[in-house]
């Protein structure tokens, strides 16, 4: 047995080494937020994965990580927790192949989003001044950037202020609000191009 559990070991190390510059660059791009890390590990395991399995994962409070969300402080993990928590990830057989592209869409979708919000945050800043930050108003923009069908459709109620990360009952953000949640949920298909012409529309209306 312990010479099995040897070769588990080594199997692990190997894609780990492998994988090191692809966990530290998702680790620096991402800021260790553990929302990114659930993401990335809900598609390795190729499900949704609640928020206390990402806390066991990585080794971390459950108490400890609501009370941060709570506090308005979301919690990051280490790079060292990541890799810990990718490492225990590794089943006997696994591939090198199984992981690699996981990350390199995970690191695009982050490049990506760094791209537009480096050309389009004064745009958007001029929207949210614009509409004065009224929340309805935000998420007739974000519909509209939405893929289809969900293209246009309006939010179900309080959606928004759940994305923007403010009270249920505000009807209007504030610009950091407007510009992290922009940013949180940009995929690699939003380009600067994409959203340019949504935003130009409405800001013509």
């Known amino acids: ?28 791009l991402s800021k260790g937020g553990i929302e990114s890390i659930g ?39 280490t790079e060292e927790q990541l890799v810990e928590a ?13 992981y690699a592209p996981i990350f390199k869409r995970h690191i695009q979708r982050f490049e990506n989003a760094k791209n537009v919000m480096d ?16 929340v309805d108003k935000i998420a007739a923009f974000f519909v509209d950037l939405a893929p289809e069908p969900q293209k246009g459709q309006p939010m179900p109620p309080g959606m928004i202020n759940a994305l923007l990360r403010i009270e249920p009952s505000a009807t209007t953000c504030q610009v950091e609000d407007f510009l992290s949640c922009t940013e949180r949920n940009l995929d690699s298909s939003d380009t600067v191009e994409v959203i340019s012409t949504v935003l130009k529309k409405h800001l013509g209306q």
Do not use: R, W, Y
């Not at 990718?86 to 192949?97: C, R």
């Not at 050309?119 to 009224?134: S, Y």
């Open 86 to 98: 990718v490492k225990k990830s590794i089943d006997p057989g696994d591939t090198l192949d199984m």
């Open 39 to 77: 993401l990335l590990f809900s598609e390795m395991a190729k499900q949704p994965l609640p928020p206390q399995v990402i806390c066991q994962i990585l080794g971390m409070n459950e108490e400890t990580v609501k009370s941060s969300f709570e506090a308005g402080t979301p919690p990051t993990a």
């Open 1 to 28: 047995i312990s010479g099995k559990m040897a070769d588990d070991d080594k199997t692990a190390e190997i894609i780990i080494s492998e994988l090191m510059p692809d966990i530290a660059k998702f680790h620096q």
């Open 119 to 134: 050309n389009l945050t004064p745009t958007l800043t001029e929207f949210h001044g614009k509409v004065e930050g009224n």
